[in-house]
């Protein structure tokens, strides 16, 4: 492609991010904020992995202690997960969206490549204004936190300048290949876009990572080697990678189940729909259970440090205590963002099936029987998977649990994550009641007009 | 004789747009009314109006001895459900439900258990002539198939009146007359008031009389004769 082709396309983003409605300047500022967030948190990764030696630093053990650093970094890294889930559903319901004025762009010459180019400039202006306002954010974050906290050696802790385009470099490209995937599920033609036709359900061999980490976890437990970190380490690795990818097929046999048998048409509705398409909820919803994952993980950690005590008493210990706090907030931010990415998915959802929903509602469908069918949509997609997430915990951290039942152990680690798996499940039927105004948008009367 | 179906005066906006503009008709019991007029006159919003889908700004709708203007939302959906059934152009099916599942759902939010009210659908389907559709998705069926499962639907719990959008709009004219044959014939079967949208006169010729709507206005409607 030329500059001067490129120049163009630039131009014509340029020229359709200024002329856009309300709804999609909204989905442009998500966008926005999340690559500044993806931005933050990686800035901060790298800036830990930079830091050399031991610090005086006592505010947070997991910086001031060089063996725990990386732990730290790979955490804050770990937090674009859910931010890049809730980008690329962003970037759907942005596709969607965008129907007439990209099939005006077909009839008005463009190619389906151009209008898949113009995607990713309009990515590439996004992604660049977030990683700006990330960066400026974090700097400055920094200094004025360093100068409350009286931080004296401030050279040591900065982030150096380095470091700084190559992750906002990052940043941006992720943003344009997250368009170019999604863009992938649209077809844009002179006279409409349409989503391509349904793809083929989620395969059982999704759930094949878990089956095989969870095993072995449980036997790194009982391999007195030098090597069965490593195992653990494999193990809990099978089991992450089989949460996030198997969650799309487990919502699809638990929406199965409850459409047989379902008895209120309130509950069919909400099956029929999962069903239909458990891929768009499994991406969130594999976020949210790892997020009760890693939630019942800290559980188990949490009593392990809890029982061999201390931690109120000794000053050297209490960085323990720093370190839960910041994990446990790490855990509510991931969890925030994972259910917000919910919202998007409901708003994409109903742009697909808004006249339907207002048909539905014309023809004496109470609106509030609507609304609970989604709320049993969420219920349906979130328990199951959120109870794998925390039962496959349990498994890898305390196998002791099953084999040698110690009851202050097993109130306190079964209840935590009962407790993490409720308020996931919470947070995202909350979420969803919360997104309910969308609905009834939906159902109104006016979705009914011939186009 | 009274009317069964009424409008009085009836004005609608939608922003700065007047829809309707003082529209005013009466329709009997059992009659099959064709509303007819050019695009953008304003016909469907009359029949939605009479329908209680939508609360005029301005008038009067009667449904015998009940003004549905006057009504809550929950006492006018529970009527739509109850009392009326209603056809749209482009079928308005569930994507995601299969034919039989269409029909089932509307009888099951009129409290009826799911396995009586697969069997009510099912019956439905196969007087329509579509019950070897009953496990298919809408994606999966012609549009004269989905225009059949969608008048199923609307006819299925035994309504007084079929409101019918435009039913055939989106059908060619074989499967639009083949349709709508069905939907006339079993409404004079039971004895239903059909009051039908077209701007089609082909279609409107089908029914026992017709009212044409220009500008928001109703410009020629017969005194009921019945």
């Known amino acids: 492609m030329t500059g001067g082709r490129t120049r163009d396309l630039f131009a014509v983003a340029g020229m359709l991010a200024r002329g856009t409605s309300r709804g999609e300047r909204r989905r442009r500022r998500l966008l926005v904020s999340g690559a500044a967030l993806a931005t933050f948190f990686l800035l901060g990764a790298a800036n830990l992995l930079l830091i050399r030696g031991t610090t005086q630093t006592e505010w947070a053990g997991l910086v001031a202690e060089e063996g725990l650093r990386p732990g730290t970094a790979l955490a804050l890294a770990l937090l674009v997960v859910p931010v890049l889930a809730l980008l690329h559903q962003v970037g759907r319901v942005a596709q969607a969206a965008q129907e007439r004025r990209l099939a005006a762009l077909r009839l008005a010459g463009a190619t389906p490549r151009d209008v898949r180019l113009l995607g990713v400039a309009e990515a590439l202006r996004v992604g660049t204004v977030g990683a700006l306002i990330g960066t400026v954010g974090y700097v400055a974050g920094q200094q004025a936190a360093m100068a409350a906290l009286g931080v004296g050696d401030t050279g040591r802790y900065a982030i150096p300048p380095w470091p700084v385009p190559a992750v906002m470099a990052l940043v941006v490209a992720a943003a344009a290949l997250v368009s170019l995937r999604v863009s992938r599920h649209v077809v844009v033609s002179p006279l409409s876009v349409a989503r391509r036709a349904s793809r083929p359900a989620p395969s059982p061999y999704t759930i094949i990572p878990l089956a095989l980490g969870l095993p072995i976890v449980v036997a790194s437990a009982f391999i007195d080697a030098a090597w069965n970190l490593w195992l653990l380490a494999l193990g809990a690795v099978l089991a992450i990678v089989g949460i996030a990818a198997g969650a799309a097929r487990v919502i699809l046999e638990s929406a199965r189940l409850a459409g047989r048998w379902a008895r209120t048409p309130e509950t069919l509705l909400a099956a029929r729909a999962l069903e239909a398409d458990p891929r768009a909820g499994g991406r969130t919803m594999a976020v949210v259970a790892l997020v009760v994952f890693f939630g019942t993980a800290t559980g188990v950690v949490t009593w392990d440090v809890v029982r061999t005590g201390g931690i109120f008493d000794d000053p050297e210990d209490r960085f323990w205590l720093v370190s839960l706090g910041l994990t446990y907030g790490a855990l509510l931010f991931a969890l925030l963002v994972a259910v917000t990415a919910l919202v998007v998915h409901r708003a994409e959802a109903l742009l697909e099936s808004g006249r339907s929903m207002a048909a539905l509602a014309a023809a004496g469908a109470p609106v509030a029987s609507l609304r609970r069918s989604t709320l049993r949509q969420t219920l349906i997609a979130a328990t199951p998977v959120c109870a794998i997430g925390a039962l496959t915990a349990l498994l890898g951290m305390a196998p002791g649990l099953f084999l040698t039942p110690d009851l202050p152990m097993v109130a306190w680690t079964a209840g935590h994550a009962l407790f993490m798996v409720a308020l996931a499940v919470a947070a995202a039927a909350a979420v969803t009641a919360l997104s309910n105004r969308l609905l009834t948008r939906a159902a109104a009367p006016v979705n009914l007009r011939a186009e | ?226």
């Open chain 2, 1 to 226: 004789m009274t009317p069964l179906l009424q409008a009085r005066d009836v004005s609608v906006s939608f922003g700065r747009t007047r829809a309707l503009r003082g529209a005013s008709l009466a329709i009997g019991a059992g009659e099959i009314v064709a509303i007819s007029g050019p695009s953008g006159s304003g016909k469907s919003t009359l029949l939605h109006c009479l329908a209680g889908i939508l609360v005029p700004d301005d008038g009067e709708i009667r449904y015998g001895e009940t003004r549905l203007d006057e009504l809550d939302e929950d006492s006018r959906t529970r009527l739509r459900r109850e009392v009326f059934g209603i056809v749209f152009q482009f079928g308005g099916l569930v994507p995601e439900l299969t034919a039989v599942e269409n029909v089932a759902v509307s009888l099951m939010f009129g409290g009826l258990g799911r396995a009586e009210a697969a069997a009510a659908a099912l019956d439905w389907l196969g007087r329509l002539g579509v019950d070897d559709c009953a496990p298919l998705r809408p994606g999966d069926l012609s549009g004269g198939q989905v225009q059949r499962v969608a008048m199923a639907r609307a006819l299925a719990h035994g309504p007084k009146v079929v409101f019918a959008d435009e039913p055939t709009g989106a059908l060619d004219s074989v499967a639009g007359e083949e349709v709508l044959g069905l939907l006339l014939g079993t409404a004079r079967d039971h004895g239903t008031t059909v009051v039908l949208v077209t701007h089609d006169n082909r279609i409107a010729a089908y029914a026992d009389r017709e009212i044409v709507v220009r500008d928001g206005a109703v410009a020629a409607s017969p005194v009921v004769t019945r």
